[in-house]
Each structure stands twice: as C-alpha cells, then as structure tokens.
C-alpha cells in the first residue's frame, strides 16, 4: 500500500478510516468496521453514563453532505473500554473517543482507557449537540483547564478532536496549546455547529433537536475542513500529526487533505451513506492518483501544497 501513513507512533495501513460517529456505538457495528478496509476502528464519542440522545429526526441526508443533532448517544465508557478488549484480536488500531460534560468527566475517562486496550484516545473538545453545553474548544481557558488534568495520565497518544475555527488568531491560540501540553494529534474538524437547513415546503427545519440548528457534514464544510489542516499544519511545523476530517467522499478529496498536511483521514457522513465499501474505494482511488502524481508514498506528497 503506497497510502499507510501513521498518526503520532500508531501505524495505520491506509490512509482512510471512520470518523467518531456513524454506526460506531455498538459492538456489531464496530466489528463491521475491524473487517473493512477502514484502517483504523474509532469508536462514538463517549460520556461517562451511557445516553440515549437527543430527540428525532436528528440526523438527515443532504444533498450536498448531512445535518445532525445526535446529542452524544452512546453506551458509556465502560462498556467502550470492554469493546475494545473484545477488538484487539483484529489486529487493528482502536481509537476511543472521549466527550466529558465536565472536566473531571474527561480526567475520569481519559485516566479509564490509558489503561485499557486502545491505541489512541481522541478528546472530543467540539460537540456542538448537547443543549445548554458549549464547545469546550471555542472557550480557551476551559480548555487548558481540561489540558492540565488529562495530559499526563499515560503514554496511550492522546489527541484533540477539534471545532472549525474561522479566524487564525484562534488557531494560533489552540496551537499554543497544544505544544504546550504534548498533545500527539488533533483531528481538523468536527461538525460545524448551530447551522440551520430549511425544508420550505413544510416552512421547518430539517431536524427537531434544538429547534433545527445543527451540526453541518459533508461537501459543505471541506473548504472549512481544509483551511484548519492547512492552518494548523504550518502553525504546528510536523510536530504533532493530523488527522482530515469533512467532506471526504472520494480518493481526490482525501488527496486534497493530503497536500494540505493531514497525515490520515477519517470519513463520517460517506461511510453513514454508503457503508463500509467508501473504505475500499476512497483507498483505490488514492493509490491511482499517488501512483499517477508520482509519488512513491504519504510522506513525500504531505503538506505539498503549492502556492500561486
Ligand atoms: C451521525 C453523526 C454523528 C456524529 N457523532 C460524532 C461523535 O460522537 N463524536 C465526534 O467527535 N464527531 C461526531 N460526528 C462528526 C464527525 O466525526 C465528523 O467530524 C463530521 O461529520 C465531518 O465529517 P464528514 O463530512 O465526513 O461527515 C458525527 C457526525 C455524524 C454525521
């Protein structure tokens, strides 16, 4: 495979896995994803109880990509922490995802899977679905706050799954951050919260949770996507690795990420439309396009973007 990359020391053997999210929460779905071509198994984002969500429609097919106010369902850490005992015979990276409501919900589950059988552990600093709960990420002292506390609790790498910023004195601001604190990877980008998509017809939103605002997926947000790997990458100077994340749906997109600096990338709302096949196929198309562009591996074509 010219497309096995790595994030922080985790080998992974293609470029492409699934995004926190999607048909992650359960051990069948998870075991679908240890089978496929999804170079790592990322689990849903887990609070400290399990969850049951936000009311439905709470998600919904877009043209152009979804819309979506789950409100973190999920089974508890717990039982993520088993699941991933239960994985390990795949042979493949586990990636826990941890979504605190308070900072010592995050210390609680980041302290927990240190200990467990997962290979990276990503902090979910940007849910934008839980009414009454802001993203901890757009409030910069919350976040150092977390930092402090989940920092040093072991040597499982651990990352930032990370809002999109629209402004570089905050990318400046995260990135200082996340040199301060040795975090080995971030993930660039969740969902770009509170947007409003309207069926005129019926003159309501699409979606019932919080009134309709929800979290944007898909071909909308990966100019957004790209200009935060863009960003970070140059603010971060390959010290800490990337993970792409929005709008990938096809191996030119992933081949985008990949100039931009991202050293893997992560699929939410393609993988929830088309299952498991968009692992293979992304995949495929990539290695044609490297092997087109004469690039003999990840590293060589990473980061090249080229300026006007
Ligand atoms: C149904 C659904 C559920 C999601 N749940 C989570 C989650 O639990 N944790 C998280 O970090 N991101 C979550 N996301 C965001 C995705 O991981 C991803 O960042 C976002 O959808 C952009 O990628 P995409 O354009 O490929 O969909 C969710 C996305 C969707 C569509």
New binding site residues.
Partial sequence: MLSKTKISKIELASYICN????SDSILEELEIIAKSDSSAI?M??CTIKPRIGNPEP??VHLPL??I?S?G?P?LGYQKYIRFASQLKKYNKPIIA?V?GLSIEDYRVMVEAFQKSEVNLI?V?L??P?VEGKSQVAYDFEQTEKVLRVISNLGDIPLGL?LPAYFDFIHQKQMAQLILKYNISFI?C???VGNTLFIDPEKEMPVIKPKKGFG?L??????PI?LANVRAFYELLDDKVSIFG?????SGLDAFEFLIAGADAV???????KEGESCFTRINQELEEILKRKNYNSIQEAKGRLKHL
């Fill in positions: 995004a926190s999210g999607p990322m849903k984002s709470r998600y990509g979804s979506q789950m973190l999920n995802s979504a990503e979910n940007s849910c679905n799954k993930t980008i969740n969902s979290g997926c898909g071909d909308y947000i990966k996507a994340v929005g709008g990938i749906k992560q699929v939410a709302t393609v993988f929830e």
